[in-house]
T-cell receptor, first 107, second 118 residues
Framework: DIQLTQSPSFLSASVGDRVTITCRASQGISSYLAWYQQKPGKAPKLLIYAASTLQSGVPSRFSGSGSGTEFTLTISSLQPEDFATYYC?????????FGQGTKLEIK | QITLKESGPTLVKPTQTLTLTCTFSGFSLSTSGVGVGWIRQPPGKALEWLALIYWDDAKHYSPSLKSRLTISKDTSKNQVVLTMTNMDPVDTATYYCAHTHSGTYWGWGQGTLVTVSS
């Protein structure tokens, strides 16, 4: 199985900050990586697919990059609605595993 | 518009079998490349991928749960069913189904919380 490790697990930031979350895969997964945002009591929402493609309707302040084993999700200027938990998921091979999550909190 | 909704019991007893149904609209499970997957999330914990079934009836399971899971589809009813045997309190979680196509999980159901307790 491919393990995904996100860092950091917790992140405290302020509105307007630029933040970056990293997802590392235990083996190469090409660009088969997605990023999700999850708010309490809600289903995950797709933000980025194929490592760097922004899902329709997602604000352009979100961006993704990387390939192989290291990936990043960047939010260029945090907005109040961005405080949530973020997950990466690999779709290179089964099981389609998730990272452990990064909780983004207001400083 | 693609929608999915999970249904099933909210409470099951230890050792019982859980049966969850995902009813969807806006896509067909007879379309090439389309699949429906199941993912769960224990309270306060991370997402865990469980199983996936494709339009051609190909099935994939989490290796750690494979012996307990069965996924099936009824294309005519637009439903996918997940069964999990020998339920334990550690299986308490919100269970989600999700639509997948071309290697991406595009949309998720709202989730259903299943509690395992005697």
């Amino acid at each position: 199985d491919i393990q995904l490790t996100q860092s950091p697990s917790f992140l405290s930031a302020s509105v307007g900050d630029r933040v970056t979350i990293t997802c590392r895969a235990s083996q190469g997964i090409s660009s088969y990586l997605a990023w999700y945002q999850q708010k309490p009591g809600k289903a995950p929402k797709l933000l980025i697919y194929a490592a760097s493609t922004l899902q329709s309707g997602v604000p352009s302040r979100f961006s993704g990059s990387g390939s192989g084993t290291e990936f990043t999700l960047t939010i260029s200027s945090l907005q109040p609605e961005d405080f949530a938990t973020y997950y990466c998921q690999q779709l290179n091979s089964y099981p389609h595993s998730f990272g452990q999550g990064t909780k983004l909190e207001i400083k | 518009q693609i929608t999915l909704k999970e249904s099933g019991p909210t409470l099951v007893k230890p050792t019982q079998t859980l049966t969850l149904t995902c009813t969807f609209s806006g896509f067909s499970l007879s379309t090439s490349g389309v699949g429906v997957g199941w993912i769960r999330q224990p309270p306060g914990k991370a997402l865990e991928w469980l199983a996936l079934i494709y339009w051609d009836d190909a099935k994939h399971y989490s290796p750690s749960l494979k012996s307990r899971l069965t996924i099936s589809k009824d294309t005519s009813k637009n439903q996918v069913v997940l069964t999990m045997t020998n339920m334990d309190p550690v299986d308490t979680a919100t269970y989600y189904c999700a639509h997948t196509h071309s290697g991406t999980y595009w949309g998720w159901g709202q989730g259903t919380l299943v509690t395992v307790s005697s």
